[in-house]
Nanobody
Framework: QVQLAESGGGLVQAGGSLRLSCAAAASGRTFSVYRMGWFRQAAGKEREFVTAISYSNGNTYYTEPVKGRFTISRDNAKNTVNLQMNSLKPEDTAIYYC??????????????????WGPGTQVTVSS
């Protein structure tokens, strides 16, 4: 089992910044995490991919609307994955979820590739 916990959400004005963190803790048998991702779900909409990082090669992936504004990074010492969000827009308002994928060879951008999910953290961007 992998337990994930997001932090860092909140209310910010348009143009501002927030930094989300996802802390991962493993219990039970040992296994490898192959990718970590962030997804978001706005009210009344489907959950959508935001960004991901591959642990095998360090590649990062971003959905087009956040490219150049969001940065995903990994802190091995703290066993966390961070999401730096700059130049926030009202359309970034959503619940943000951290996810971990433990099956090799899956797409980093598909929600079905992730096996463990955090409870989510609310990000609200006011205009």
């Amino acid at each position: 089992q992998v337990q994930l916990a997001e932090s860092g959400g909140g209310l910010v004005q348009a143009g501002g910044s927030l930094r989300l963190s996802c802390a991962a803790a493993a219990s039970g048998r040992t296994f490898s995490v192959y990718r970590m991702g962030w997804f978001r779900q706005a009210a009344g909409k489907e959950r959508e991919f935001v960004t991901a990082i591959s642990y095998s090669n360090g590649n990062t992936y971003y959905t087009e609307p956040v490219k150049g504004r969001f940065t995903i990074s990994r802190d091995n010492a703290k066993n966390t994955v961070n999401l730096q969000m700059n130049s926030l827009k009202p359309e970034d308002t959503a619940i943000y979820y951290c996810a971990a994928g433990v099956r090799i060879g899956r797409s980093a951008t598909a929600s079905s590739s992730y096996d463990y999910w955090g409870p989510g953290t609310q990000v609200t961007v006011s205009s």
